[in-house]
């Protein structure tokens, strides 16, 4: 799972899935909140390890492929034989298979989580440390007429004097 991950979101110059610590992300979402998709990594991850040996014969396991062989090993999982002019990239492609879609909505989720949550992703804030989101909470009081008696808020004429 991890080099699945890393691969989706790769390690370079900023730091990835391995660094956020996105597996024990997975893992923990498998046990609690995801339980429903443990069928798709029981079924899927040996597909993985089979596409691997069909693409490449010589490789035994998709963590000892090259990040060549694992990245074209992923690509025929996300494939569709129905892509349309209108997929998106960044949208899940209904038609690749699930197990593809669910690592990857997964890796996303927890490169990009919360690090206070008690979910185990985005160890140390690095998924939001490499998008540039500050981790302090940033606070401005709301200005609606329902929000008139909240405490610091002021209407924008006494804030002009």
Known sequence: MEAIASRIIPSDETPGAKEAGVVYFIDRALVTFATDAQKVYREGLPGVQAQAQELFPGVKK????????????????????????????????????????????????????????????????VGWKVIGRDSGHVFQPPFGALDKDYPGWQPASAEKK
């Open 62 to 125: 998709f963590s000892v492929a090259t990040t060549e062989q694992q990245d074209a090993i992923l690509d025929s999982l996300s494939q569709s034989k129905a892509k349309t002019a209108s997929s998106r990239r960044n949208r899940p492609n209904i038609a690749a298979q699930p197990f593809f879609e669910t690592v990857r909505y997964h890796t996303i989720a927890g490169f990009l989580i919360d690090p206070d949550s008690d979910r185990r992703g985005n160890r140390d804030g």
